[in-house]
């Protein structure tokens, strides 16, 4: 089982940047694929991006390729997720999300363990 606690999330400016952070506790952090998802109020979870338990692999949402990065810290038990080139419809609560798993998963489906989030704001 492992436990997750995302950081990072505030108020920035379009065209600003964040970084995400989610530390996750247990040993075994490494054999974990991990993603990031994003809600508002009334829609559903979406996801944003995802990496494999080795970081070798990752896979992002069309919306925000090419301006959010998802790393990993293996050594560290983290997971990271830079975003630059901020939109407002970035605004969201932003989830982290582990399960036991080697490859990439894209859906919530796939997920097991989740933070509780964390809030971003992006005003326009």
């Known amino acids: 089982q492992v436990q997750l606690v995302e950081s990072g999330g505030g108020l920035v400016q379009a065209g600003g940047s964040l970084r995400l952070s989610c530390a996750a506790s247990?040993?075994?952090?490494?054999?974990?694929?991990m993603g990031w998802f994003r809600q508002v109020p009334g829609k559903e979870r979406e996801f944003v991006a995802a990496?494999?338990?080795?970081?070798?692999?990752?896979n992002y949402a069309d919306s925000v390729k090419g301006r959010f990065t998802i790393s990993r810290d293996n050594a560290k038990n983290t997971v990271y997720l830079q975003m630059n080139s901020l939109k407002p419809e970035d605004t969201a609560v932003y989830y982290c999300?582990?399960?036991?798993?080697?490859?990439?998963?894209?859906?919530?489906?796939?997920?097991?363990?989740w933070g509780q989030g964390t809030q971003v704001t992006v005003s326009s």
């Open positions: 999300a582990a399960e036991r798993h080697r490859g990439v998963l894209l859906h919530t489906n796939g997920y097991d363990y």
């Open positions: 990496i494999n338990w080795s970081g070798a692999s990752t």
């Open positions: 247990g040993r075994t952090f490494s054999s974990y694929a």
